[in-house]
C-alpha cells in the first residue's frame, strides 16, 4: 500500500514556514490591462489592478499583436503538428528567428518554447562543446534556468558575487590560462532591479579569453532604440558572443530564443534536448512574436511610458520614505525580509485594496530577503501609481507590517 503522508508532511512544512504557494486566480481583462478580475477561493470575483506582472509593456493586448495571432490561427490552424526536427517548423520559424538575428544584429537565432528551455538547452549544449577543461563564470544570483544549464553541461563552474567585477577578475585570474571560458550573467536582475555592468564584464571577458553569454530576458523589448535590450541601448551588442531572451515578459507572449553566431546556433539547435525532443510553438504564438518583435523595433512610446512610470513609481515610494531596493532598472523590489510578513501584506492588499502583488518568498530569493516584487508597466495611470503609494505608505504608518523592512 502506496502512502503520501511524506508529501504531507513536506507540504506542512512549507507551510510552517509561511512560504505555501497559493496563486491568484485572474482573468486578465484584454484591453484593460493591468485591471484583472480575481476569482477568490471563496468563489467570489472582484476587480483588481495587477503590480507584478511581466507584461512590461502591455503588448498582450496590443491590437497589432492580437491581429496577427487572429490571423495565424484562421490561416494555420492551431498546433504546429510536430517537433521542430519532424514537421513542425513553419515558415514562421525561419521569419521569427530573421527577424531576432536582425535585433540583436547576429548572424542567427534560434527559437525555443520557454526562456527557461533556451538558458537550459543553450548553456548545456554549449559548455559541453566546449569540451571538460571548461570553466563557466556564473553571477550568484543567476537565474535558475541559467543555474540548471550549467549543471547539467558537467563543466567546472566559479559563482562570482553579484555584480562583483573584482570577484570575477580574481577568478578568471585563477583560472588555467588555456582552459576554455564563458562568462554568464544577466542584464537586469529582476528580483533586485540592478543592472549588469556589461561593458566592464565584457572588458574582462576579451583581457581572459572568454565567451560572454548574456541573459536580457527582463530587457528585450524594453531596453534599447528597437528594443534589443540593455546592450543595446548601451552600444555593445558586438561585445556579447550569445544573447538569450524570452517573448513571455515585454513582448507579452511566451517562448524564448537565442541569437549568436552561425556555427553556436547551429550547434545549439543540432544537440539540445530541450530544443529537439518537444513540440515546436503554435503558428499563433510565432505571428505574434513576431509582430510584437517587429512592433517594438519601430515603436518607442511604450518603452518610453513605462520607464517613465518606474520613475514616478520610485519617486512616489521615496518621499513616502518607503525603503525599496534603488536599482536602474524598471523593476522596484520592496524588502520585507520574512515570508510571514510577506504574505500578511500581499493578503491586505488584494482583499482590502484590491491591489495585487504576489509575495517573493525562498527559492525565489534567499530566506529573510521576502519582498513584493513592483512593476509599474506602460498601461498603469499616474492615479494607479499614486494610488498604490498612498495605500503602502498606509500600511507602512499605521498597521507598522513592513516592521521587518528595517532590517533588510
Ligand atoms: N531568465 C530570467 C532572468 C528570468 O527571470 C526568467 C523567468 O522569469 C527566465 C530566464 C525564463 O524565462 P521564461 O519565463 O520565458 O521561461
Given at each position: 500500500m502506496k502512502n503520501d503522508?511524506?508529501?504531507?508532511?513536506?507540504?506542512?512544512?512549507?507551510?510552517?514556514e509561511g512560504r505555501y504557494r497559493s496563486f491568484a486566480q485572474l482573468e486578465r481583462l484584454c484591453g484593460d490591462f493591468p485591471k484583472a478580475l480575481y476569482h477568490a477561493p471563496d468563489g467570489s470575483s472582484k476587480e483588481v489592478t495587477i503590480w507584478c506582472s511581466n507584461d512590461y509593456l502591455g503588448m498582450g493586448q496590443n491590437p497589432v499583436v492580437l491581429n496577427a495571432?487572429?490571423?495565424?490561427?484562421?490561416?494555420?490552424?492551431?498546433?504546429?503538428?510536430?517537433?521542430?526536427n519532424i514537421s513542425g517548423t513553419q515558415k514562421l520559424h525561419g521569419d521569427l528567428e530573421e527577424s531576432l538575428a536582425d535585433l540583436h544584429q547576429k548572424e542567427a537565432a534560434l527559437v525555443f518554447s520557454s526562456g527557461y528551455v533556451a538558458n537550459e538547452g543553450a548553456l548545456s549544449t554549449i559548455l559541453k562543446i566546449m569540451g571538460p577543461e571548461t570553466i563557466v563564470f556564473s553571477d550568484a544570483l543567476n537565474h535558475a534556468s541559467m543555474i540548471?544549464?550549467?549543471?547539467?553541461?558537467?563543466?567546472q563552474k566559479r559563482i562570482y558575487a553579484h555584480n562583483d567585477l573584482a570577484d570575477l577578475k580574481s577568478h578568471l585570474r585563477a583560472a588555467p590560462v588555456n582552459a576554455p571560458k564563458l562568462i554568464a550573467f544577466e542584464s537586469v536582475y529582476s528580483m533586485e532591479g540592478d543592472i549588469a555592468p556589461i561593458e566592464d564584464i565584457c572588458d574582462l571577458a576579451d583581457q581572459y579569453g572568454a565567451f560572454t553569454y548574456l541573459d536580457e530576458v527582463h530587457a528585450v523589448g524594453l531596453y534599447g532604440p528597437r528594443g534589443g535590450g540593455v546592450a543595446e541601448e548601451r552600444d555593445l551588442l558586438d561585445r556579447i558572443d550569445i544573447f538569450e531572451g524570452t517573448f513571455g515578459k515585454a513582448y507579452g507572449l511566451m517562448g524564448g530564443f537565442i541569437t549568436g553566431s552561425e556555427a553556436i546556433i547551429d550547434c545549439v539547435r543540432s544537440s539540445a534536448p530541450g530544443f529537439i525532443f518537444t513540440t515546436a510553438l503554435p503558428p499563433a504564438v510565432l505571428a505574434g512574436a513576431l509582430a510584437?518583435?517587429?512592433?517594438?523595433?519601430?515603436?518607442?512610446?511604450?518603452?518610453?511610458?513605462?520607464h517613465a512610470n518606474a520613475k514616478i513609481l520610485k519617486a512616489g515610494l521615496d518621499t513616502a520614505g518607503l525603503p525599496f531596493l534603488q536599482g536602474e532598472s524598471h523593476i522596484v523590489p520592496l524588502i520585507v525580509g520574512d515570508a510571514v510578513c510577506c504574505k500578511t501584506v500581499t493578503d491586505l492588499l488584494l482583499n482590502e485594496y484590491d491591489l495585487y502583488v504576489q509575495p517573493i518568498n525562498y527559492p525565489t530569493v534567499p530566506r529573510g530577503t521576502e519582498r513584493l516584487r513592483l512593476t509599474a508597466t506602460a498601461t498603469h495611470t499616474k492615479k494607479d501609481i499614486d494610488h498604490l503609494v498612498d495605500i503602502l505608505s498606509l500600511l507602512y504608518e499605521e498597521h507598522r507590517v513592513f516592521e521587518f523592512m528595517e532590517r533588510a
Open positions: 503522508q511524506i508529501f504531507k508532511t513536506h507540504i506542512d512544512s512549507i507551510k510552517e495571432m487572429r490571423d495565424a490561427v484562421q490561416k494555420y490552424g492551431a498546433g504546429a503538428g510536430g517537433t521542430r540548471h544549464g550549467i549543471k547539467s553541461s558537467g563543466v510584437s518583435v517587429e512592433y517594438l523595433k519601430t515603436s518607442s512610446d511604450e518603452r518610453n511610458t513605462a
